[in-house]
């Protein structure tokens, strides 16, 4: 056992666990999926809307939203748009990251129980809702109405596209795809994907609607449910800023009165909008 | 069976519209039904008509040389398809083919604008609506001019 391995059981929350990538899938030209496992104890146990602090050693360490947690195994679907990023994303199989975590809140799923549910999520936004998507689909007896609303800019840049057509092909939840700009041989919608949220299929009056992506899409998104009529407060997003340390100790995350990693990364959006109206936050 | 006025009752863009105004509108509409992959309207054309689509859903196409036909947006069921008919020259500005099977009521655009014409208050409540269908476009299409999928940080 490796001596980063024997300290991992004593890990506290700002000493990184070791994790080896036990796969490593591509999603689009710049994202990838990674699947961790421990190299000591029985992994993690997020919860839906969590994140973990992923640490490329020598490089730098970001926080990543998991898309997928499933007996000790730990999925992460990774970006490469920085420096960091960019190491994680392009860690091989056998490669030994560091995890701290799991960190922040989560989606209001047990809230939810009862209600229509309408996701939301525009581009890598899918990843942080993946695994809520998975426990919507698995406990789908517990929900209303249950509806996928997916947006892309352009069909390669959509994640999980197999599981996106095997999630079609079971029915149990209503899925619609749009992509901001189509190329050759896409039959689907085209559109930004808060559009989609007027032909959605949900009670305005009792829905509980899932939110994530970019600020901006999320801004129209939350502004064409509230249209339809869904309370802001029963509308949650999943805010991101530069998280540091994960346990609210070095403020680098905070939003005006908050610290999105210790309260957040989930929102309602009578909560979020004010914040993301302050031009200066 | 249901009329055209029945129809238009039922769909947001008639919501709150006057039942006399309704009727007048629904005189210039008739139900039509179009195939999977069918044109509806073809770029240069005469823009004569609108639609109302109650089923299915249609692609806005633009020709280009070096892509071919490429898709601007897809219109789906509940929305109106077609403003050139609104504004002089009156000619399609897009292609438009059904990519579902498509059932829609259309609206004979020179009959709506006689009616508009002869009954002012009607015309100002039915440009209303129609700007508002235009803003509600140009804000998506001003979303998608933003990338919001593009890099968003550099970590």
């Known amino acids: 056992m490796s001596a980063l391995a024997e300290a991992a059981p004593a890990a506290g929350p700002m000493l990184p666990q070791p994790f080896r990538v036990r796969r490593r899938r591509r999603e689009t030209s710049d994202t990838w999926t990674l699947t961790l496992e421990p190299l000591a104890g029985d992994g993690l146990e997020p919860a839906p809307g969590q994140f973990t602090m992923v640490y490329a050693f020598g490089v730098g360490e970001i926080a990543i939203s998991v898309s997928g947690a499933d007996r000790g195994l730990l999925t992460h679907t990774v970006r490469a748009v920085g420096a960091v990023s960019g190491a994680i994303s392009a860690a091989r199989t056998g490669t030994v990251l560091g995890v701290r975590g799991p960190f922040g809140n989560s989606w209001p799923l047990a809230e939810a129980a009862g209600a229509d549910v309408v996701v939301v999520a525009g581009g890598v936004g899918l990843a942080p809702l993946r695994t809520s998507v998975q426990w919507l689909e698995r406990a789908r007896t517990d929900y209303g109405e249950v509806t996928l609303l997916y947006g892309g800019r352009t069909p390669a840049d959509l994640l999980y596209r197999r599981e996106l057509d095997q999630l079609a092909r079971r029915g149990k939840v209503s899925l619609r795809v749009t992509v901001d700009a189509a190329t050759r041989g896409w039959e689907g919608t085209v559109g930004v994907v808060p559009k989609l949220v007027g032909g959605a299929r949900f009670d305005p009056g009792s829905a509980v609607a899932l939110v994530c992506g970019p600020e901006i899409m999320m801004r129209f998104s939350a502004e064409a449910l509230i249209e339809r009529g869904v309370a802001p407060e029963r509308i949650y997003v999943s805010m991101e800023r530069n998280m540091q340390c994960g346990v609210g100790h070095c403020g680098h995350c905070q939003l005006g009165p908050t610290l999105i990693c210790r309260d957040g990364p989930v929102y309602g959006y009578d909560v979020a909008a004010p914040l993301m109206e302050v031009r200066e936050l | ?155």
């Open chain 2, 1 to 155: 069976m249901s009329t055209v006025a029945d129809l238009l009752r039922d769909a947001p863009f008639f919501t709150g519209l006057r039942r006399d105004w309704v009727e007048l509108v629904a005189g210039c509409g008739s139900n039509v039904h179009f195939k999977a992959g069918e044109l509806i309207f073809r770029e240069g054309d005469t823009a004569d008509l609108f639609y109302l689509l109650r089923h299915g859903s249609v692609a806005l196409e633009a020709y280009a040389p070096t892509s071919g036909q490429l898709v601007i947006e897809t219109i789906d069921a509940g929305e109106m398809l077609g403003w050139s008919w609104l504004f002089p020259p009156y000619r399609w500005h897009f292609d438009a083919h059904a990519t579902t099977v498509v059932r829609a009521t259309a609206f004979d655009g020179a009959c709506l604008r006689g009616k508009c014409d002869a009954d002012p208050a009607l015309g100002y409540e039915l440009t209303a609506r129609f700007a508002q269908t235009l803003i509600e476009r140009l804000q998506w299409t001003r979303l998608r001019l933003l990338d919001v999928y593009g890099n968003v940080g550099a970590r």
